[in-house]
C-alpha cells in the first residue's frame, strides 16, 4: 500500500510512519522537516500545511490511504481539498 503521513517525523504521525514501514507499506512522509526526520524506510517529502500551496510539493502523486494526525481543522481542510482525488482512503 502506497500511504501518506501527513507529518510523520515527530510523536503519533512518526509511530504511525514507522509502524507501516515496518509493514511494507510504500510510506511518504510530508512535512515541515523541522521537527525531525522521517523515520528509516519513509520517503520525506517538504510541505508547509501553513501556506495556501502548502502542498504543492506532493505534485499529482496518488495514495492509496492518508493519515493525518494534525490538530488544526485549517489544516486538515486545506490538505483534504488539495488532495482530493489523489488519495484513496
Do not use: K, N, W
Request: aromatic share 4%.
Amino acid at each position: 500500500m502506497r500511504l501518506l503521513v501527513l507529518g510523520g517525523t515527530q510523536f503519533l504521525g512518526r509511530a504511525i510512519a514507522a509502524s507501516a514501514t515496518g509493514l511494507g507499506h510504500a510510506v511518504t512522509c510530508a512535512a515541515r522537516g523541522l521537527s525531525g526526520s522521517a523515520p528509516p524506510g519513509a520517503r520525506f517529502v517538504a510541505i508547509d500545511r501553513d501556506r495556501p500551496d502548502g502542498v504543492a510539493g506532493l505534485g499529482r502523486e496518488r495514495f492509496d490511504a492518508a493519515v493525518d494526525v494534525a490538530r488544526r481543522p485549517d489544516q486538515v481542510r486545506r490538505a483534504r481539498a488539495a488532495l482530493d482525488g489523489h488519495v484513496g482512503h
